[in-house]
């Protein structure tokens, strides 16, 4: 990939005719799906553009352009229209957090609302005089500067709009407030009997926790990519021409350097094995977690952690050219989802504004022209301004997502993006990662193998695994020791990097006996060194060559080996998940198809095929992966991805819902829409019946608001309506939607048609 100026933000792709490039630029202001159609069009109407999408929870737009759009001029475009931007840096980091500005002005209008709706109640009472004004003085001098700073969010908005000769759904919000307020403090200064500060301190505590909540859902789906970055190692030890070791940084680093890295570093570079042998966890590429052997001349890439011994690598990418910055780019790429009620939101902010101030113009004429007067004018045309503010339509998704984002919770599965919900409503087909995901991804040694291993041999094959960091030794320590089994005695330990460990074992009589704990396919010869270990096949015991390989029986075992005593070969198996079966079965009830895309070997995969009747693909890369998704996405199926791994990130940003285990790395949970925390694989069924009936609750919302609409602007036009009791309505409507959403507290039901567990 051929880098400009600007490295990460723009990049040349080949094609036929005029040269295509690729811009990102960063875009603060977008808050609404009003700014993403704006952005859009406004990039879209440059000539020598051909597309401009916009990843509104990243806040970025992507733009294809032909080379002789100049990225300048693409910046010049947004600034005309009053979203100033910057191309994106090198580094792919998370914008700041879009609900952290919200949280203070939300705050205080909700202490001022509350503390005016005090003071208001001794008017409602009856107070009248020199006690009503004391009450209207003292709600204006809490209401008027909370007013000024907590609606600085929709002032500032709404101003930046009018200032380039267009409006969105800030402006007549902006005005509504600014006249209901002004109006007010007029009634104040002039002993009127009425003053509405309580009416507008409502409103805008109703429109700030909408957008709050709203930010607080695309908040927790940002920092994917900043998490799988962080795989790579900061720097490396580079070995210079002449032996001297030094640390350099990782943007130091350059092709053809040679880095030295240790037992337990990871990589800060793609490159080779210049010199040494070692075994690498692989899973950012494969998802499988068993180490893979590496020897001169095998390829690694940044982010993999070294298990084995200290090795060399010569350099061949850094920076934005390794793999794990393209897996990086691919899920940066494919995570930008836009929702069918974004797209609902993005038509009603064109209408919105017009037909309001339309609606608030014609009832103050043709009440003045009736004969009204400009007080009672401009009273009724701030009902319609207020009654007629989308708090409920704007709370009908949001407060319906955080509703069952909590029930989910309490099932054991976290929401990260709260529009994920109507994706997952609509998934029909399922891919299942293997490891982690459809099993436990903890490979358990054999309890039968181990209930025969003699006490001797248990304390032997405990202390070598104690001694390694290798997976399968780390779970066989931990099988062993809850067995009650007691370490030997070693001297002389040592891990042979894709071999296995070695010691010297002193017995309770004292004797030396040579012990190793090693691959099943290396010889007893290699590892013993010829000192006469012997081989057999009785008692639980078995041949060390007798097994096939793993890769070929889809297992994994090691050899224990006492000189003098025949091999014991222990088998390990990762489990499927509890209740796989039940979850499975479940999900094709609600009509999604399952199938496992796994990157794990053939044999592995095929033997979880055959236990869970799943069709499979094996060997599949994140690219392979995510190609996998795009071609059933084509074919029109909606796809939810299941996966846990670094190399399935591309593909849970891919698919149309993703979900992760608990157990995920950083980068897989980040990279979902959902995480499961235990270890039921019920998850993924109870994810998808919440989404479908937090659709229906959405659908409902809708209905209510545009209801409520309906029935409450006549009446404001007709004047019955004063700016209170409008902003009591708005409120009514508002806390309708919500009692509405709270139904969606009560969990699924199950597969049996009783209530699933945890609901």
């Keep these: 990939m051929a880098q400009s100026a600007v490295p990460a933000a723009k990049t040349t792709a080949p094609a036929a005719g005029p040269a295509v490039e690729t811009t990102v630029l960063v875009v603060p202001g ?51 229209i009053g979203f100033p931007a910057q191309p994106r840096g090198p580094e792919l980091a998370a914008p700041p957090s879009a609900v952290r500005p919200l949280l203070a002005p939300l705050g205080v209008a909700a202490f001022a609302a509350m503390n005016v709706m005090l003071l208001s109640v001794s008017i409602w009472s009856g107070a009248d005089g020199a006690t009503r004004d004391l009450f209207h003085w003292l709600s204006a001098l809490i209401g008027v500067p909370a007013v000024v700073y907590s609606g600085r969010v929709f002032f500032a908005s709404a101003w930046g709009a009018l200032k380039r000769g267009r409006t969105n759904m800030d402006v007549p919000i902006s005005i509504g407030v600014s006249l209901a307020t002004g109006l007010s403090f007029y009634e104040t200064l002039t002993h009127g009997h009425e003053a509405w500060f309580d009416g507008t301190l409502m409103l805008l505590l109703f429109l700030l ?58 990589l800060a570079a793609d490159g080779t094995i210049a010199a040494g042998a070692s075994s690498f966890d692989r899973s950012l590429l494969t998802g499988e977690s068993a180490p893979v052997p590496t020897i001169p001349g095998d390829a690694v890439v940044a982010g993999m952690l070294n298990l084995g011994g200290p090795v060399d690598v010569t350099v061949t990418a850094t920076g934005q050219d390794t793999s794990l910055a393209e897996i990086a780019r691919l899920m940066e790429s494919a995570g930008q989802h836009r929702s069918a009620y974004v797209r609902i939101a993005d038509r009603a902010s064109r209408l919105y504004a017009p037909c309001v101030h339309t609606l608030a113009l014609a009832s103050f004429i043709g009440w003045m022209a009736a004969g009204a007067g400009w007080h009672q004018s401009l009273v009724i045309a701030i009902a319609v301004l207020i009654i007629t503010c989308p708090c409920a339509l704007g709370l009908a998704v949001p407060v319906a997502q955080v509703v069952a984002a909590g029930a989910l919770m309490r099932l054991g599965v976290m929401v990260k993006d709260g529009s994920a919900l109507e994706r997952m409503a609509k998934v029909d087909r399922a891919l299942i990662d293997k490891t982690g995901t459809l099993t436990m991804g903890r490979p358990l040694p054999d309890p039968a193998v181990l209930s025969r291993l003699p006490a001797d041999a248990a304390g032997v094959a405990l202390a070598l695994a104690s001694h390694s960091r290798h997976p399968l030794s780390r779970a066989l320590v931990e099988a062993l020791a809850g067995k009650g089994a007691r370490a030997a005695e070693l001297t002389d330990v040592r891990e042979v990097p894709g071999e296995g460990m070695r010691a010297v074992w002193h017995d309770r ?61 222990i088998p390990f198996a990762d489990r499927l998940r ?137 009446l404001a036009i007709a004047g019955k309506v004063t700016p209170l009791l409008a902003a009591v309505a708005m409120s009514s409507s508002s806390l309708l939607v919500i009692a509405n959403s709270l139904r969606l507290a009560i969990g699924p039901r199950g597969p049996a048609g009783a209530e699933g567990k945890g609901a």
């Design 30 to 80: 977008m808050h609404c799906a009003g700014c993403m159609g704006k952005v859009e069009k406004g990039l879209a109407a440059i000539a020598g553009v051909r597309a401009a999408r916009v990843n509104l929870t990243a806040r970025q737009v992507r733009v294809e352009h032909d080379a002789t759009v100049t990225v300048p001029a693409l910046v010049e475009a947004l600034s005309r």
């Design 209 to 266: 926790a909408g957008r709050a909540l709203d930010a607080m859902m695309r908040d927790r789906a940002r920092t994917g990519v900043d998490a799988l970055l962080r795989q790579a190692a900061p720097g490396a030890m580079v070995v210079a021409a002449n032996g001297a070791v030094e640390w350099l940084a990782a943007a130091d680093l350059v092709p053809g350097m040679v880095m030295r890295v240790a037992t337990g570093e990871r």
């Design 509 to 569: 009589l004292g004797r030396a006996t040579r012990v190793a704990l090693r691959r099943p396919e290396i010889s007893v010869a290699h590892v013993s060194g010829g000192n006469g270990m012997a081989n057999g096949n009785g008692n639980g015991h078995a041949a060390p060559a007798a097994p096939a390989a793993p890769a070929e029986a889809g297992g994994m075992s090691c050899v224990l080996d006492i000189a003098g005593h025949a091999a014991w070969l």
């Design 578 to 714: 509890p209740d796989a079966a039940e979850a499975l079965g479940w999900l094709a009830r609600q009509n999604v198809e399952s199938s496992i895309l796994s990157g794990d070997n053939i044999g592995a995969v095929a033997e979880v095929a055959r236990r869970t009747g799943l069709t499979a693909q094996s060997c599949a890369s994140p690219t392979d992966k995510q190609e996998a998704i795009t071609r059933l996405q084509a074919g029109g199926r909606q796809v939810m991805m299941a996966g846990d791994g670094l190399n399935d990130g591309p593909a849970l940003s891919a698919a149309n819902a993703s979900i992760a285990p608990g157990t995920a790395s950083d980068v897989g949970r980040q990279a979902a829409d959902f995480v499961f925390l235990g270890d039921s694989l019920l998850a993924l069924p109870r994810a998808v019946a919440v989404s479908r009936a937090t659709m229906r609750v959405v659908r409902q919302n809708f209905a209510l608001a545009i209801g409520y609409n309906a029935l409450a602007v006549p």
